[in-house]
């Protein structure tokens, strides 16, 4: 019998071909040189993770995030896919490909099906050029129509990437992102509210009063107006941010939210394995240095304790529309979930589905979850 458990990968590609003023992702504007030399190291790291870790597990998702994956050039892209799948016992149920529009070509996507890929998720944030300018994206309205339509063309799942509560950004212009998104076919949408970071041109642009931010409640009804929206035309939300059309979920980001084991790797990559977390460097010297030396560059952030365990599966559990598995928990911890959280369940039961098999927050009251999960961890 197979006891080996599942594994999902994730491959962070830290290159861009230009800065939107609102991110703080780890990614650069490297040239072609240095993005050779950078997959050449992560081959070196694949193999090293793998004789450390393929023998315990089968990897069932992959998926490559950056930056802009879809900036490597085809070649290289196709060598990391083989890498994967030459030194893991790779069974992939899915393997999504993060795809900046501007970067997007049919060459590319006939490469991208060639390795295997079943899933592109395309950084659209919007369908106004206005909003899409004013963000620093390098693409417009049109680009990102024709991509996701090319996308369409493959046997491929396609996703979209939303961002809500933009300075500027009115009721209509999120309405319309599902309502373009579902003429189009998308079969998936992940909706992201605005996080202004620290040292970023968005920051300085506000703090310099040349951009007004929305406050509170203007960014809570931008974003209850694109998950109601996208309700209308057939998506379901199936996790707070995430919404899919005929059961088109996005099965490597599940891993994330049932708390199962998953490898990062690449700069600035974080890891889960069984009670360990881990993370990689974020700068190019520190990731190199130790691959050079042979060792995988990956530094314990966390051994997390059963408490800490117990808090992580319930919390991101309940950002799911399936909500806790009972059984699950009480297999993983040996525990009795309905009465170790009795407190909770008793003061928000009107808030919460509760049968035998599941406990999770009715979809009406998804928008107030944190207010309910802090009773989850008294
Ligand atoms: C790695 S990016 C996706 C791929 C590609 N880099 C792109 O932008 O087209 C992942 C997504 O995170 C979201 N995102 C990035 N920074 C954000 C921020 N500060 N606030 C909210 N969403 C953000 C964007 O929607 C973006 O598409
Ligand atoms: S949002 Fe995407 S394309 Fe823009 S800088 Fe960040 S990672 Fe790069």
Redesign the pocket.
Known sequence: MDDRKSLGIYIHIPF?RSR?I????T?CVGDEMARVKYCDYLKKEICLAAQKYSKDYTVDTLYL????PSLLNKESFCDIAKCVKDNFDCKLKEFSV????CTATREKFEAFQKAGVTRV?????SFDDKLLKMLG?AHDRECAVGVIKLAKEYPFEVSA???TGLPEQRKEDVEEFAEVAAALHTDHV?V??????DG?E?SRLIEKGMLTPKNDDEVAELYDTACKALKEKGYERYEISNFAKDGKVSLHNLRYWRRQDYLGLGLSAHSLLGNIRTFNPSTFEEYYSSIDEGVLPAKTEDIIDEDGQKEEFVMLALRLKEGIDVDKYNTLFGGDFKEEYKYALTKDARYLHINDKRVAIKDEYLSVMNGIIVDFLK
């Not at 609102?22 to 992702?25: E, I, K, R």
């Not at 998720?121 to 944030?125: K, N």
């Open positions: 861009c939107c609102y991110c703080d992702f990614s995030g950056g930056g802009t993060e795809v900046n529009p998720s395309i950084g659209v944030q994206r990437d939303c961002m992940s992201y509210m605005l996080s202004v970071e970023t968005l």
